[in-house]
């Protein structure tokens, strides 16, 4: 006999499906971000000081970083995909295994870092094998807000990657 479900049954079914530890609904799991969203409500995605030509000098590129104006937690404890370019800070053989993702090409490197909450501290437990400083990258994982200091820069987000694989527009 043909079993026949309501629209209900079927939307109680999807919900105890979604509540099953491990269990995941992945039309609706991955919430893409853009480097903007990561600003508090009205805030420029890029500080004033840098959206000019910035100078290039020996001073130390970590003390000009502009101070955060704060960290969005909408999305602590989601799967989330953005794109960045990669500065690696910790290897495994060739592979990449901790990295910044910044927002534009330079950042931290040879310009001014920009505020913590335009940085994400990204882990993969896979190395991945980047082509080269500040390679353009999606990366998608486990997002979430976290203080962290590293010598190039403080940081105001973390992610850890599930998967990262090489910008496409």
């Given at each position: 006999m043909p079993v026949s479900l309501s629209r209900r049954d079927l939307a109680l079914g999807l919900l105890a499906a979604a509540a099953l530890p491990?269990?995941?609904?992945?039309?609706?799991?991955?919430t893409v971000l853009e480097w903007?969203?990561?600003m508090p409500e009205g805030e420029q995605?890029?500080?004033?000081a840098l959206q000019g030509l910035v100078e290039h000098d020996q001073s130390d590129l970590a003390a000009q970083q502009p101070i955060s104006t704060g960290v969005r937690t909408d999305w602590n404890g989601e799967t989330v995909q953005i794109?960045?370019?990669?500065?690696?800070?910790?290897?495994?053989g060739t592979g990449v295994t901790a990295f910044m993702l910044v927002p534009y090409v330079g950042a931290c490197i040879h310009?001014?870092?920009p505020p913590a909450n335009q940085l994400i501290f990204v882990t993969t437990e896979t190395p991945y094998e980047a082509d080269g400083l500040f390679e353009a990258v999606t990366v998608t994982g486990?997002?979430?807000?976290?203080a962290t200091a590293t010598q190039l820069a403080d940081v105001g987000y973390?992610?850890?990657a599930d998967r990262i694989e090489p910008y496409k527009r």
């Amino acid at each position: 006999m043909p079993v026949s479900l309501s629209r209900r049954d079927l939307a109680l079914g999807l919900l105890a499906a979604a509540a099953l530890p491990g269990a995941r609904l992945h039309a609706a799991a991955t919430t893409v971000l853009e480097w903007r969203d990561l600003m508090p409500e009205g805030e420029q995605a890029l500080p004033p000081a840098l959206q000019g030509l910035v100078e290039h000098d020996q001073s130390d590129l970590a003390a000009q970083q502009p101070i955060s104006t704060g960290v969005r937690t909408d999305w602590n404890g989601e799967t989330v995909q953005i794109s960045g370019f990669i500065i690696p800070l910790d290897y495994e053989g060739t592979g990449v295994t901790a990295f910044m993702l910044v927002p534009y090409v330079g950042a931290c490197i040879h310009v001014p870092p920009p505020p913590a909450n335009q940085l994400i501290f990204v882990t993969t437990e896979t190395p991945y094998e980047a082509d080269g400083l500040f390679e353009a990258v999606t990366v998608t994982g486990m997002f979430g807000t976290a203080a962290t200091a590293t010598q190039l820069a403080d940081v105001g987000y973390a992610l850890s990657a599930d998967r990262i694989e090489p910008y496409k527009r």
